[in-house]
């Protein structure tokens, strides 16, 4: 079946530093890849997509490719800022099965 | 817009308790959902609706019931709470069941404990 696989946290790091988290999936096919982000206290947001091989999703400075040869969707952030802590989800979709499948989520702390 | 709202945020239940909980949504979509997410298991599919009058189970269904008597609103029943069920749940819709494409928006979800 479907799966999703992303690095444990916690993660922990200082404003401004580079962050990577990493996502691999097993699927069928050509799934749709995702990143939700869950703030404290809040229900989970898209925070970027990608629907095809090589596609880059992007928003709020965050970035993921879509690799097909390494079935991989690595979260990556130039430059963390305090507000970027939050819980990191890495999702896919595979056809038409109505849902979401969702890795474990990873947790990330940015101290000042 | 309100997008998705959920009662109540909190709730404590007896085990063999019987409760609803309510999810509604004010977009016109026609594809809702409950999840359920534990520490260390991301989020799991309980039950999910692609229209008024269809709903369907999900991956975690057992304990659980729905239905879906209008579009915009999409409660979940635990019909005799056990202490497995302690847990977060969260409603989600969007405006097709083409989960791959159609932006998914969450509820602030509902804190469960079963004592």
């Known amino acids: 079946g479907n799966s999703v696989t992303q690095m444990e946290g916690p993660v922990t790091l200082s404003e401004e530093a580079f962050l990577t988290i990493n996502c691999t999936y097993t699927a069928t096919g050509y799934p749709s890849l995702f990143w939700y982000v869950q703030y404290p206290g809040e229900g989970l947001q898209l925070l970027l997509k990608a629907t095809k091989a090589d596609d880059k999703g992007s928003n709020k400075g965050f970035e993921a490719t879509y690799r097909k040869e390494t079935t991989s969707f690595h979260l990556e952030k130039g430059s963390v800022q305090v507000s970027d802590s939050a819980v990191y989800f890495c999702?896919?979709?595979?056809?038409?099965?109505?849902?979401?499948?969702f890795g474990k989520g990873t947790l990330l702390t940015v101290n000042p | 817009n309100a997008g998705v709202t959920q009662t109540p945020k909190f709730q404590v239940l007896k085990t063999g308790q019987s409760m609803t909980l309510q999810c509604a949504q004010d977009?016109?979509?026609?594809?809702m959902s409950w999840y359920r997410q534990d520490p260390g298991m991301g989020l799991r599919l309980i039950h999910y609706?692609?229209?008024?009058?269809?709903?369907d189970q999900g991956e975690v269904p057992n304990g659980y019931n729905v239905s879906r008597s209008t579009t915009e609103d999409f409660p979940l029943r635990l019909l005799s709470a056990a202490p497995s069920q302690t847990s977060v749940y969260f409603c989600?819709?969007?405006?097709?069941?083409?989960?791959?494409?159609?932006?998914?928006?969450f509820g602030p979800g509902t804190r469960l404990t079963v004592l």
């Open positions: 989600a819709s969007s405006k097709s069941g083409r989960v791959g494409t159609d932006t998914q928006y």
């Open positions: 609706s692609v229209g008024a009058g269809i709903t």
């Open positions: 977009m016109n979509h026609e594809y």
């Open positions: 999702a896919l979709s595979r056809g038409s099965n109505y849902k979401l499948t």
